[in-house]
C-alpha cells in the first residue's frame, strides 16, 4: 500500500495526490496538539463523496461499498487543513444477538426504535499520519458532530452507535479508550442478496450509549439480565478511587529491603 501522500490512484478512482492532500504539507509524525481542533466535513451529499469513496476503496482493508439506507461520510482533517481520516456511518444492522441482550429490547422494540442506531461501518487513517491517539480522540469529538448531522438530515435523534471490530487485525485499543463497550461477538454470518451466509470470522461487537446506560438511552424500563452497561459505568466510576488508593500506597512505599531470612529443606 502506499503512502496516502505520495501514493498515485488509478484514473478510475477519480484521485491523485493532490487531491489527498489539499494543497496541504503531508503529517509524518505530529503530536496530536499540533493537529488540533479536528475538522469533520460530512460529504454525503457534497461532490466530495466520490472523494470520500476513493479514498476508502484504496486504503480501508473491506475496501469499499454502498452505503445503504441512512448514512453519513466524514472526511477528517487537521486545523491546517491536513487530511487524516475518513469515517463512514450507516444504518444499524437488523439483528445482533449480543447488542439486543446488552440493551435487553423486545423483538418489537427493536423494530420501533432501531432507526436511532447508527453503525460505524467505515474508520480509516491514512498512511503516513502517524499521530499517536489520534484515533481514540477523533472517535470522541466524531460524537457531537454525529448527533447534529443525522438528526439535521434523517430527522432521528441517535440513541446508541455500535460498530465491529476484527480481532484478527485488530484489538479495539481506539474504541475502548474512547469509552466503547465490548459486549459480545457476532456469530459469523454476512448479509448477502440472498439472505445470510456463514463465513465463520467472527468479529467482537461494540457499543456506545448515548445516555447513562445502554436501556435508558431507549428509555427502557426493564434493564437486561446481561448488564454490561452496568458494570462498565460503576468499574468507570471507581477509577479516580483506585488512581488515590494507588497514590498512598506509593508515598508509604518502604524501599529498604527486607531483613534476610533461610529457608531450609523442611520449609519447602
Not at 469513496?53 to 461499498?65: I, P, T
Not at 472526511?75 to 444499524?92: D, E, P, Q
Not at 444477538?97 to 491514512?126: H, M, Q, Y
Not at 456463514?198 to 461487537?205: F, M, S
Amino acid at each position: 500500500m502506499k503512502d496516502a501522500c505520495s501514493g498515485t490512484m488509478s484514473h478510475d478512482e477519480s484521485l491523485d495526490a493532490a487531491t489527498v492532500a489539499m494543497g496541504a504539507p503531508c503529517l509524518r509524525t505530529a503530536p496530536l496538539s499540533q493537529v488540533r481542533p479536528l475538522r469533520f466535513e460530512e460529504v454525503s451529499r457534497t461532490a466530495d463523496r466520490r472523494r470520500w469513496d476513493a479514498l476508502v476503496r484504496r486504503y480501508h482493508y473491506l475496501g469499499y461499498r454502498n452505503l445503504v439506507g441512512m448514512h453519513l461520510k466524514y472526511l477528517i482533517y487537521s486545523s491546517r487543513g491536513n487530511l487524516l481520516a475518513a469515517t463512514g456511518w450507516s444504518s444499524s444492522v437488523w439483528k445482533l444477538k449480543s447488542r439486543d441482550l446488552a440493551i435487553g429490547w423486545s423483538a418489537p422494540e427493536r423494530r420501533r426504535l432501531l432507526g436511532s442506531v447508527a453503525n460505524n461501518s467505515r474508520f480509516v487513517i491514512f498512511p503516513g499520519v502517524k499521530i499517536p491517539h489520534l484515533a481514540s480522540h477523533l472517535l470522541a469529538q466524531q460524537i457531537g458532530h454525529l448527533k447534529k448531522d443525522w438528526e439535521s438530515k434523517y430527522g432521528v435523534r441517535l440513541r446508541i452507535l455500535e460498530t465491529f471490530v476484527d480481532p484478527s487485525r485488530f484489538r479495539g485499543t481506539s474504541y475502548r479508550a474512547a469509552n466503547w463497550i465490548c459486549v459480545g461477538r457476532t456469530q459469523g454470518y454476512a448479509k448477502t442478496r440472498n439472505g445470510f451466509e456463514y463465513h465463520g470470522q467472527t468479529k467482537e461487537v461494540y457499543v456506545y450509549p448515548l445516555s447513562t446506560n445502554l436501556s435508558e438511552a431507549f428509555g427502557l424500563q426493564h434493564h437486561p439480565e446481561i448488564a454490561v452497561d452496568h458494570r462498565y459505568y460503576k468499574a468507570l466510576a471507581q477509577v479516580e478511587e483506585r488512581r488515590a488508593q494507588m497514590a498512598i500506597a506509593k508515598a508509604g512505599w518502604n524501599t529498604k529491603v527486607a531483613p534476610s531470612f533461610s529457608v531450609d529443606e523442611d520449609d519447602l
